[in-house]
């Protein structure tokens, strides 16, 4: 994201970027004449003699002002510029159509087509430079409104103290991609006792700490995945189009590399770990925002509880006897949702259940069967 510069920007500053300008006409000499001109007020130019090649270079190049003849051959003036506003890297592109002569009918036709000036071949020098030069500021003024805009727009969107997006702006898209449909995958990432390095270093050191992971995950991430600030320690994670065991993977190293992290405050050093739980489009029918999230929730919570019991002193079983894991208190209300009548989310539930208390048939846990 761009910085916001400490002084206004103006004409100026636009004047001094390169711009490029593409000229169409099929008299060769006309063609010479106006790109002599364009290149000197400050132009790079290219020239086609028919609208056919002209479209083929506009698909090709990136053009700040295009002019072209309205009786162009292939194609012609007035059909281009249906082609170019219909056409999302072109709609904005400044354009000048070149008119045979003074015919008002035709300068309205082409403004109403979607062309922001005329020129009459009859125009003098001074009057097709005067035009050129206007075109020119025009466009400069168009590139600062659209660099401060995307700067608005990085402001309104970025977590200012991690980098990925805000949660607004998280949600907003999450549900955009919802709507979309297609395979989505949503991974929250929680970081664990967190809380502890606020209280033993600070809140300056537990920002550096969320700065830092905030960057390993736009580093970590393709351009295309969804990175966002969920709350305070929490991170998420929503990747399109990919099948569910391969975010896992991605998921799972993403918790490596933050495990992989160190701090050095004086002569003490330290990192942190992250547990994640997995909401997923492929395990439910017609998903929402909220089940997604719902679901992560719950995987997160049961990742949580398995972790911590993994790093609690484990009971002895000299005689033999398996001693079973204590259920959270979470998991029997999990279990009643999953004996609902006709529910069609027991796939879901199921896969948030540790092994131990998955439903059986008949969404009753292993043991109670009649």
Do not use: C
Request: no cysteine.
């Amino acid at each position: 994201m761009k910085t916001l510069p400490g002084r206004r920007r103006g004409d100026a500053d636009g004047n001094s970027q390169p711009m490029t300008a593409l000229i169409v006409d099929d008299e060769a000499s006309y063609r010479s004449y106006v790109t002599t001109l364009a290149e000197k007020v400050g132009f790079t130019t290219d020239a086609a003699a028919d609208g056919t090649t002209a479209l083929q270079m506009l698909s090709n190049a990136r053009y700040d002002l295009f002019l072209v003849n309205i009786d162009t051959a292939g194609i012609s003036g007035l059909d281009l510029i249906a082609r170019l506003r219909a056409d999302e890297t072109m709609k904005n592109m400044y354009t000048v159509l070149i008119t045979p002569q003074e015919d008002v009918e035709k300068k309205i036709a082409a403004l109403a087509a979607g062309y922001d000036d005329f020129l009459s071949k009859s125009a003098t020098e001074l009057e097709i430079i005067a035009k050129l030069v206007g075109a020119r500021r025009l466009v400069a003024r168009q590139q600062t409104f659209e660099e401060v805009v995307q700067d608005l727009y990085g402001l309104a969107s970025r977590d200012e103290l991690t980098g990925v997006v805000n949660r607004r702006f998280l949600m907003s898209e999450i549900e955009k991609l919802v709507v979309q449909g297609g395979a989505l995958t949503l991974v929250l990432f929680d970081l664990d006792n967190f809380k502890a390095i606020n209280d033993t270093f600070g809140h300056l050191i537990g920002d550096r700490v969320l700065r830092d992971i905030g960057a390993l995950f736009q580093r970590r991430t393709r351009p295309e995945d969804l990175v966002g600030r969920y709350g305070g320690d929490e991170f998420i994670l929503v990747v399109t189009g990919s099948p569910f065991y391969l975010v896992e993977g991605i998921a799972e190293r993403l918790v490596s590399d933050i495990a992989n992290l160190e701090w050095n405050i004086g002569t003490t050093q330290f990192s942190i770990g992250a547990t994640i739980g997995i909401g997923s489009s492929h395990f439910l029918p017609e998903p929402t925002v909220a089940q997604l999230l719902e679901a992560a929730d719950r995987d997160l919570y049961k990742n949580k509880f398995v972790k911590k019991q993994g790093e609690a002193p484990q009971p002895s079983a000299l005689g033999g006897d398996d001693k079973a894991m204590p259920l959270p208190q979470a998991v029997p209300e999990v279990v009643k949702e999953a004996q609902k009548p006709g529910n069609n989310r027991l796939a879901a539930i199921r896969s948030l259940l540790p092994r131990e208390v998955q439903p059986g048939p008949m969404g009753r846990p292993p043991g109670t069967e009649d």
